[in-house]
């Protein structure tokens, strides 16, 4: 498993901005939790890491 980092990824739907300057270091070979409210990012994060969504729009 790799270590994974984003740096101040960014993206926008319809104008609206929904991740804004997100800054996050999973290290290697750790277990994270994504936690939040309905609405607030988490699959469109986790899809951004995956690949399917771009990291900037």
């Known amino acids: ?3 994974i ?3 101040n990824a ?3 739907y ?6 804004e300057n997100l800054n996050i270091t999973i ?6 939790t ?3 409210a309905s609405g607030c ?5 986790l899809r951004m ?3 399917f969504n771009s990291i900037k729009d």
């Open 1 to 3: 498993m790799s270590e």
């Open 5 to 7: 980092e984003i740096i």
């Open 10 to 12: 960014k993206k926008i």
């Open 14 to 19: 319809h104008d609206v901005s929904v991740i």
């Open 27 to 32: 290290p290697k070979g750790s277990l994270f």
């Open 34 to 36: 994504l936690l939040g």
């Open 41 to 45: 990012g988490k699959t469109t994060l």
């Open 49 to 51: 890491i995956a690949g």
